[in-house]
């Protein structure tokens, strides 16, 4: 397809546990960026990436959460020693540059800590 | 700090007639703003985006209003249809265009009733 793509759809696991979940943004936008969504609540900003640049991870809650994108494509999203709190929606979105450009998203990726 | 908030939290309108959704925004050095439309279970989908320098923007049924005197951004929808029920966000980079992450608003739900 032409969208973002975002794996899996739904996650369960158990406290403690590492997950990754994995973005594939619009073919050719250099801009990729992580948020997340609870309940009935706004986009929290989590990371983004430009081209070569170091990522911006100023959104990240802790240590225990990190992102990659290789060759600058793909991205992924590891929660690592998952708690309860994490449970949540995490969407990806990409552009086609950062700042004023349209940023579009995928359709996220449920994340349930029992 | 920053924030972006919207006004009501739900908004009921009869299908045929204009909705107006409002937001309104602390950051004064924010440059870009944007609206999306958000369905259950889907990612936020991008309606329409407005530039500082500009104070009104048209797109298909939709309108995008700034006043930067009051910091206030609002979206309408001509004619509202039963689809067009969702929560709306509005977003906005902060400080400078070169910033990628946006701040999102809690968010509105429109009800379209038939």
């Known amino acids: 397809g032409a969208g973002v793509s975002q794996s899996p759809s739904n996650k369960v696991t158990e406290k403690g546990k590492d997950v990754e979940l994995r973005c594939d943004p619009i073919?050719?936008?250099?801009?990729l960026y992580w948020y997340r969504q609870s309940l009935g609540q706004g986009l929290e900003f989590l990371i983004y990436?430009?081209?070569?640049?170091?990522?911006?991870k100023s959104g990240l809650p802790s240590d225990r959460f990190s992102a990659e994108r290789t060759g600058g494509s793909v991205s992924t999203l590891t929660i690592q020693r998952t708690q309860q709190e994490d449970s949540a929606v995490y969407l990806c979105?990409?552009?086609?540059?950062?700042?004023?450009?349209?940023?579009?998203f995928g359709d996220g990726t449920r994340l349930s800590i029992l | 700090g920053e924030s972006v908030g919207l006004h009501l939290p739900t908004l009921s309108v009869q299908e045929g007639d204009n909705s107006i959704i409002n937001c309104a925004y602390s950051?004064?050095?924010?440059?870009?703003f944007i609206w999306y439309k958000q369905e259950s279970g889907k990612g936020p989908q991008f309606i329409i985006d407005?530039?500082?320098?500009?104070d009104k923007r048209q797109g298909q049924r939709v309108t995008v209003l700034l006043n930067k005197t009051v910091k206030h951004l609002s979206l309408q929808i001509a004619a509202t249809q039963p689809g067009d029920s969702a929560v709306y966000f509005c977003?906005?980079?902060?400080?400078?265009?070169?910033?990628?992450?946006?701040?999102f608003g809690q968010g509105t739900t429109l009800q379209v009733k038939p």
């Open positions: 979105a990409s552009s086609l540059g950062s700042g004023a450009a349209a940023q579009h």
């Open positions: 073919s050719g936008h250099t801009a």
């Open positions: 990436f430009q081209g070569n640049s170091a990522p911006d």
């Open positions: 950051n004064s050095a924010s440059d870009y």
């Open positions: 407005i530039r500082s320098n500009m």
């Open positions: 977003a906005e980079t902060p400080g400078s265009s070169n910033t990628g992450k946006l701040i």
